[in-house]
């Protein structure tokens, strides 16, 4: 059995929180340079230069590419043959947090209560999905996600009459909805199935896949592709200047369900798609 000391996990997630906030991976960048060849509007292919231009800066200075530097959300996978030593596994993570927050001067954006809205000084808690797995390894992955963008996602509890055609509907719904708002271009995360709180963790799982991936499910990745292809017909653009880049990428992400239940989640990724993987 490998053992893990939570000092090992505070240094990774401090350095992991630091690097999502200044570095772009280079799938956005790639998926920026494909929009910018496709985009016809004079107007939306220079603003999607500024958006390009603005990520080199963050990454050549180590400065935050958006000023909502996010809540730290984790999807965090641990062996089941791994011993963590020295203290709580989530107090780790949260320290960690804490640290890479302060000394990256990235924004501290969350309140210790929803409605008395004091801000906690430190960007935490994170929020953190853990499941255990085979192995004798920990990964962590972060994904900060501004306010601006989440705001915008949505969840429905569909007829299973309602079907596929049903689930299409709903997805133009909310990105129609969110119009400018999100700051396009944007990616959408996409749950269907499970319950409730499944799909919307689905939906918010799925934008952490690299973009230009797709489903390994035949049927889903052609439906990835047709509903991105429907989104960029609806002509809102880059930051709502109209054109035809409103989404890099839609992923879509399923999970068996109730015979009687039809969930579909819709989770929106501003242009700052942020995440960072670690193995310990």
């Known amino acids: 059995m490998k053992t893990i ?6 240094d990774a997630v401090k350095k992991m929180c630091m690097d999502a906030n200044f570095y772009l991976g280079e799938d956005v960048m790639n998926a920026l340079d494909k929009a910018i060849e496709r985009e016809e509007s004079p107007t939306c292919k220079s603003v999607l230069g500024h958006i390009k231009e603005n990520a080199e800066i963050a990454r050549r200075d180590n400065v ?5 530097t996010g809540f730290a959300v984790f999807f965090a996978e641990i062996g089941q043959d791994v ?5 709580n596994f989530e107090e780790a993570i949260n320290e960690g947090v804490r640290q890479g927050y302060k000394e990256g001067y990235l924004r501290k954006s969350i309140v210790g209560d929803p ?13 953190i999905h853990t499941k255990i797995v085979p192995g004798d390894n920990v990964k962590l992955l972060i994904a900060p996600k501004g306010g601006g963008s989440e ?16 689930v299409k509907a709903f997805i133009l719904e909310k990105v129609t909805d969110a119009g ?15 319950t409730f709180e499944v799909s919307a963790i689905l939906a918010k799982k799925a934008l952490t896949r690299n973009l230009g991936s797709s489903n390994p499910d035949p049927e889903i990745a052609a439906l990835e592709k047709e509903m991105l292809e429907k989104v960029n017909n609806l002509g809102i653009g880059p930051q709502g200047f ?3 880049i409103t989404a890099l990428a839609v992923h879509i992400e399923k ?3 109730h015979i009687a239940s039809l969930p579909v989640a819709v989770n929106i990724n501003c242009h700052a798609h942020r995440h960072k993987e670690v193995i310990l």
């Open 242 to 244: 109209g054109g035809r």
């Open 64 to 68: 935050p590419m958006c000023q909502d």
């Open 5 to 10: 000391k939570t000092s090992v996990i505070v």
């Open 255 to 257: 999970h068996p369900c």
């Open 180 to 194: 400018p708002n999100p700051c396009p271009p944007i990616v959408v995360g996409v749950g269907i199935g499970g």
């Open 151 to 166: 705001n915008m996602s949505g969840l429905k509890m569909l007829k299973p009459s309602e079907g596929i055609e049903g």
């Open 83 to 87: 011993h963590i030593e020295g203290g």
């Open 115 to 127: 409605l008395k809205r004091v801000n906690t000084g430190d960007n935490t808690p994170a929020i």
